[in-house]
């Protein structure tokens, strides 16, 4: 009992992360020769759009994570092809695309089918910021004889579009079913003495140990999309933004809410990771930003009454 109690803050914390939404590609991202890149003939691109179409995700992840360290290599050593550049840009592409796998079934007794690959969706997803993060857009704007702006441009909108697919909203939207759906029966089963004894030899008990693993995997795997979502991507994602369009507040914002926040949450994105600075100073300007700054100093008082009431003497 204690160890159900233990793990149920656990289960709670990201029970809303629904059976993907889509399970096929995200063609709403820009393609590669829509800014003149032309598609790669050889390297790793061919054989990814290849495990892709015919729907073997598994393969697909277990190659996109030998991908992204060729491509975390060449641009540590500086210097890459046409070919190679090419291929670059289209690897991400797929890989930042293609579907997630199907979140875990925590109502079925059948074991989750992408267990023994465990979260190489969502890893390889999340090395695409580290990808785009580290391209030096001036050597590859030549190498690719397109204009930096293109490439800027392409680059936030796959990144806006994976952290879309990522991000989990809604956390405890079902927890109090969920609570009720789930730890009841098990309750229930753990306080009946008798039947605990005979655990192991009813084809019910491997149904419910089948279950319960679901639901560990299914309530980990929103923990770790919430990790590098919240911890990693944003940041760099908002650290992208700022450098690449300085004084440019409306393009911050498109993509911002291409990524999938809401209005108003936009310099909440902004406040917990770049922070307000002389850098970002610019996206606080207008009527959002003056009313960020009233509940930002609301929420000052709120938690801090004392010293809201000796401010004001």
Not at 67 to 93: F, P
Not at 198 to 220: P, R
Request: with cysteine.
């Amino acid at each position: 009992m204690k160890h159900i109690l233990y793990i149920i803050p656990i289960i709670l914390f990201g029970c809303n992360f629904s059976s993907a939404e889509e399970h096929s590609f995200d063609h709403e991202l820009m393609p590669p020769d829509s800014i003149h890149i032309r598609r790669s003939t050889e390297g790793h691109a061919p054989l990814l759009k290849s495990l892709l179409e015919q729907n073997d995700l598994k393969a697909f992840y277990q190659h996109a994570k030998t991908v992204l360290t060729a491509i975390n290599k060449l641009q540590h050593d500086g210097v890459m092809t046409r070919e190679e550049a090419c291929d670059m840009i289209w690897s991400l592409y797929l890989i930042g695309g293609a579907p997630m796998y199907e979140a875990p079934d925590y109502t079925s007794a059948q074991p989750w089918p992408y267990k023994n690959e465990k979260n190489n969706d969502i890893y390889s997803k999340a090395r695409i910021s580290t990808a785009i993060s580290l391209m030096d857009i001036n050597q590859l704007s030549t190498t690719l004889k397109i204009s930096k702006r293109k490439l800027i441009h392409f680059n936030i909108s796959l990144l806006s579009g994976i952290i879309k697919k990522m991000h989990i909203k809604d956390f405890h939207k079902n927890e109090e079913s969920l609570y009720h759906e789930i730890f009841s029966p098990i309750k229930h089963q753990s306080e009946m003495d008798a039947s605990a004894k005979d655990i192991g030899n009813d084809i019910k008990d491997y149904e419910w140990t089948h279950k319960w693993n679901n639901l560990v995997t299914f309530s980990s795997r929103n923990q770790m999309l919430d990790t590098y979502v919240i911890r990693i991507m944003e940041k760099r994602f908002i650290s992208m933004l700022v450098k690449y369009f300085p004084d440019q507040a409306g393009e911050v914002v498109k993509y911002i809410r291409k990524a999938g926040y809401g209005d108003g949450e936009v310099l909440d994105l902004i406040d917990r990771t770049a922070g307000y600075n002389s850098n970002t100073a610019y996206l606080y300007q207008g009527k959002s930003g003056e009313e960020h700054r009233k509940k930002l100093q609301q929420k000052i008082r709120n938690s801090c009454p004392a010293a809201s009431r000796n401010a004001n003497k």
